[in-house]
């Protein structure tokens, strides 16, 4: 059984293009069964569009409050039978029930080695310009568990990227850590289905034995 995917994301989709891409050359052992956005222009929506995934529009003002957005987004979750949820330039914090609904069951993807540049207001050309100002000598990209705290969960993958003198500008330093999060992500999604199934087998032989 594939692991069903429901893919949250705000912007460009270049992330959700290389998660698609990994499912259908099979080197991830998922399926996008969904889209969600809270953006109705975002070019991820177009790339559900264009390739006949199911896809969903969650804005935030069509709701009185954060708590009903909460619950709409995870009975939309929950009514496609997500297994996984991936955030993918999601741009809105997740909501209690949201995470109680799927606690480490929610993965995100971050372009810096954290703990170091994240957190609140963390995010695009911002995180790359931190790093610049700050002198650093490598930076590269997180993948890590959701809680309810930004950028703050277990993390399950970093990647490493040199800051040469030719990537000394935020938007080059992007490009660079972009190209890599596009390797790292599926990768690391593909371990995290991988180690979840070893411990479901685990689990269930050590049930048939007791
Ligand atoms: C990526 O840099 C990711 O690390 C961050 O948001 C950006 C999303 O880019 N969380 P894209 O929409 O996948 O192109």
Do not use: W
Not at 13 to 23: F, M, P, Q, V
Not at 129 to 135: C, L, N, T, Y
Not at 191 to 209: L, W
């Amino acid at each position: 059984m594939k692991t069903k995917l429901g893919i949250l994301a705000s912007g460009r989709g270049s992330n959700l293009g290389a998660i698609i891409k990994a499912c259908n050359n099979r080197t991830l052992n998922a399926v996008v069964e969904i889209v969600i956005s809270n953006n109705p222009d975002s070019g991820a929506l177009k790339i559900a569009k264009q390739e006949n995934l199911e896809h969903r529009c969650l804005r935030p003002s069509d709701y009185p409050d954060a708590d009903a957005l909460d619950r709409a987004l995870t009975e939309t979750l929950v009514a496609a039978k997500i297994d996984l949820v991936i955030l993918a330039g999601y741009m809105k914090k997740i909501g209690p029930l949201t995470l109680h609904r799927f606690d480490h069951k929610i993965i995100n993807i971050h372009p810096s080695l954290l703990p170091k540049f994240g957190g609140k207001g963390m995010y695009g050309l911002k995180v790359h310009q931190a790093v610049i100002d700050a002198g650093e000598s490598e930076t590269g990209a997180t993948v890590h568990l959701v809680d309810a705290e930004y950028d703050q969960g277990r993390i399950l993958e970093q990647k490493k990227v040199e800051i040469g003198d030719n990537h000394r500008d935020a938007q080059t330093l992007a490009a660079r850590v972009l190209e890599i999060e596009h390797k790292l992500y599926p990768e690391t999604i593909n371990k995290f289905i991988e180690e979840q199934n070893r411990e479901n087998h685990a689990h269930h032989v050590a049930r048939r034995g007791s």
